[in-house]
């Protein structure tokens, strides 16, 4: 049952993040960088998108921490890595000076494919060949 | 005030689907991972799907309000070739983005998504500071 309630699940959930993403203003550009804009013309609003999203998160994790394993699932794959390390803090910065140059993150740059404009369409193919370059390349090198 | 109200609801839906992923399959919906796993050819219909649910999104928020969401692009197209480039590497490199550690990590208080959200808020911070000249 699970080979096809998983991928059932996954297209419910990412349907919902997009939709969600639609609502909260994450897919403007505009919007991202006036919200990273501290200095200028600063946005806050997007600080409810953020704050909305790990209140709900924070309370769901109560009922998966008493979960032994997931509705369709064996095992809960959360992370186990503790280390703070190089890579962490030079990939989040690196993430986060194409953040505000684009004004895209991964989630929103996909879900704004389907409204047809071409510059999400190059982003996300700069993106995945980044991903790839860092995956195939660079991964452990630094 | 009119654009706080659909930023928090938006927000509460995201972390209601991040969290039901987690529930029901088990995993973090870190999209730069899912996005990653797919085109490594990982998981193919699970990462394939979610994908496909994100892009449909806009297409069900078109359909329920009868408009598209407000887009206002400012990047050129070889500006967001670099961006993207710089979100994919770095993404990959620092275990995540604004959603597996920004959302799911710090519900999770895990102090590596609080650096990582902490690093890539300050670094967006500082270039769009200097993008748009605002000291």
């Given at each position: 049952m699970n080979r096809f309630a998983q991928p059932l699940a996954a297209l419910v959930c990412g349907t919902l993040f997009g939709f969600g993403l639609a609502l909260s203003g994450m897919l403007d550009p505009a919007r991202v960088q006036g919200f990273l804009d501290l200095f200028g013309?600063?946005?806050?609003?997007?600080i409810f998108v953020l704050g909305g999203a790990v209140m709900v998160a924070m309370a769901g994790m109560l009922l998966v921490k008493r979960m032994r394993q997931p509705v369709f699932g064996e095992v809960f794959h959360i992370p186990t890595n503790r280390r703070i390390d190089l890579p962490l803090v030079l990939g989040s910065a690196v993430f986060g000076i194409g953040w505000g140059l684009g004004g895209f993150c991964p989630g929103p740059a996909l879900s704004a494919l389907s409204m047809g404009y071409l510059t999400p369409l190059v982003f996300v193919i700069a993106m995945v060949a980044g991903m790839v370059f860092h995956d195939r390349v660079l991964a452990g090198r630094i | 005030m009119s654009t706080y109200l659909p930023s928090l609801a938006g927000g509460l839906l995201i972390g209601l689907s991040a969290i039901s992923y987690l529930i029901l399959t088990?995993?973090?919906?870190g999209i730069s991972g899912i996005v990653g796993r797919l085109a490594e050819g990982s998981l193919p219909w699970l990462n394939g799907a979610f994908v496909l649910g994100l892009v449909l999104g806009p297409l069900v928020y078109l359909a329920v309000t009868g408009a598209w969401p407000q887009v206002t692009i400012t990047a050129s197209l070889p500006l967001a070739v670099v961006a993207g480039l710089l979100v994919g590497i770095g993404s990959r490199m620092g275990s995540g983005c604004t959603s597996g550690h920004g959302v799911l990590g710090l519900a999770r208080l895990s102090p590596r998504s609080m650096v990582a959200v902490v690093t890539f808020l300050t670094a967006g911070i500082v270039t769009v500071t200097i993008l748009r000249g605002s000291l």
């Open positions: 013309a600063w946005d806050p609003s997007l | 088990g995993r973090i919906a």
